[in-house]
């Protein structure tokens, strides 16, 4: 999945008028039960979304919480103004990484 992204990223910015985002997320949510899924796909939703512990007794961290709020920010960034980035925060090449900037 990721390489179909980084593929699909890649062409975008060569054939579109705008740059294109990934992230690659690997937190391991602490609901029981997923543990040996690691990071799954769509893990990222609850932090991304700002839901976090909705409907679940799982034992979040202060840095799942420092997650959420980046990962929501940057999500609000780009839906506001189609960039992740805001003045005063820059965007983590943890979080995101744009191909073919502007």
């Given at each position: 999945m990721?390489?179909?992204m980084y593929?699909?990223?890649h062409l975008q910015t060569?054939?579109?008028d705008v740059p294109a985002y990934l992230y690659h997320f690997t937190r391991t949510p602490p609901e029981d039960g997923l543990e040996n899924f690691r990071?799954?796909?769509?893990?990222e939703v609850m932090y991304a979304y700002d839901n976090?512990?909705?409907d679940s007794?799982?034992?979040?961290?202060?840095?799942?919480?420092?997650l959420r709020d980046q990962m929501s920010a940057y999500w609000v960034n780009?839906?506001?103004?189609a960039d992740p980035?805001?003045?005063g925060r820059p965007i983590s090449p943890t979080v995101a990484r744009s191909l073919g900037g502007r």
């Open positions: 990721t390489r179909a593929r699909w990223a060569r054939t579109g990071a799954y796909h769509g893990a976090l512990g909705q007794d799982a034992s979040y961290e202060k840095a799942d919480y420092r780009f839906v506001r103004n980035n805001a003045p």
